[in-house]
């Protein structure tokens, strides 16, 4: 019962302190390297959770049938694409 409302406290003091921290150009450079290496890979992933969703090949021995979960790991890879766009953009932003 406590466990979520400790990590949530956790992460919004993370949150907190890191939007207090100026961090040097040369690290929001490398930043915005990442990120926008997270979004080319994000991509792959979530091109292959879509080719699997519209494939439904259950594979042999119906091993891997497709159900509503894969549905909704597909949306939950765009969300987390869509994220990763974002903070490659705002990185971006405050690099120049």
């Known amino acids: 019962?406590?466990?979520?409302?400790?990590?949530?406290?956790?992460?919004?003091?993370?949150?907190?302190?890191?939007?207090?921290?100026?961090?040097?150009?040369?690290?929001?450079?490398?930043?915005?390297?990442?990120?926008?290496?997270?979004?080319?890979?994000?991509?792959?992933f979530l091109g292959a959770g879509i080719c699997r969703v519209l494939a439904q090949d259950p594979g042999p021995r119906h091993l891997f049938a497709l159900g509503s979960i894969d549905v909704l790991d597909v949306i939950g890879m765009g969300g987390s694409l869509l994220v990763a766009v974002l903070a490659g953009r705002k990185i971006r932003e405050s690099c120049a």
């Open 1 to 44: 019962m406590l466990a979520p409302l400790a990590m949530g406290s956790v992460l919004a003091g993370a949150m907190t302190a890191i939007r207090r921290l100026r961090l040097p150009d040369g690290v929001l450079r490398w930043e915005a390297r990442v990120a926008r290496a997270s979004v080319i890979v994000l991509l792959a």
